[in-house]
């Protein structure tokens, strides 16, 4: 079965500094997927990437997934507050579009530090 | 536009009771999953569906039964709970191959 592993496990980042959270498969990926839950609540999408070398952004996060497919990080650039909470990685369980759900890394914990 | 929602957000069950966790969409998604969240662990799959009247087995589908019979619906039941059970559980529901869309999660206890 499919491992996602994430690192680091917790961050601490002071307000305004840059940051990148990895997030590497033991297979190639079909399909990745980042979403960011906040203590206490659901989880909400952030971005898919499907492409080897494919990169996204939104706002002030960019996504990449490297040229062989089991890798990929998250950046953030000028962290906020607002960025503060548990980012995680997952993944498609097999190929076809993820449609018998999700694999999950354990979870980044980010800290921003004013 | 409520989403995905969840019902109870909170139970404290004693072992032995059984429940069932409720789980409702209204973006006429085909697809829903129910997962666990345990610290360390990250989510884990437990059931699936790909459609109304269709249920999958996912990672950890031991100790749950689940129903659709209702496309907009996504039942998971516990029959006779556990203290290994207590967990938060999540549902989420996708479209074809966009991404899946989470509720708030249902915080379980098992005494």
């Known amino acids: 079965s499919q491992e996602l592993e994430q690192s680091p496990q917790s961050l601490i980042v002071q307000e305004g500094k840059n940051l990148t959270i990895n997030c590497t498969s033991s297979?190639?990926?079909?399909?990745l997927y980042w979403y960011k839950q906040k203590y206490g609540e659901g989880l909400i999408f952030l971005m898919m990437?499907?492409?080897g070398g494919e990169e996204k952004s939104h706002e002030k996060i960019t996504a990449k997934l490297d040229e062989k497919k089991q890798q990929s990080s998250l950046h953030i650039t000028a962290s906020q507050p607002s960025h503060a909470g548990i980012y995680l990685c997952?993944?498609?369980?097999?190929w076809g579009g993820g449609a018998d759900g999700l694999t999950f890394g354990k979870g980044t914990h980010l800290i921003i530090q004013p | 536009n409520a989403g995905v929602t969840q019902t109870p957000k909170f139970r404290v069950l004693k072992t032995g009771q059984s429940m069932t966790l409720l789980c409702a969409q209204d973006?006429?998604?085909?697809?829903m999953y129910w997962y666990r969240q345990d610290p360390g662990m990250g989510l884990r799959l437990i059931h699936y569906?790909?459609?109304?009247?269709?249920?999958a087995k996912g990672e950890v589908p031991d100790g749950y039964n689940v129903s659709r019979l209702k496309k907009q619906n996504f039942l998971l039941g516990l029959e006779s709970a556990a203290p290994s059970q207590t967990s938060v559980y999540f549902c989420?529901?996708?479209?074809?191959?966009?991404?899946?869309?989470f509720g708030d999660g249902t915080r379980l206890s098992i005494l």
């Open positions: 989420a529901s996708s479209k074809d191959v966009q991404p899946q869309h």
């Open positions: 973006m006429n998604h085909e697809y």
């Open positions: 569906s790909v459609g109304e009247g269709t249920t």
């Open positions: 297979k190639t990926l079909y399909g």
């Open positions: 990437l499907q492409k």
């Open positions: 997952g993944a498609d369980r097999s």
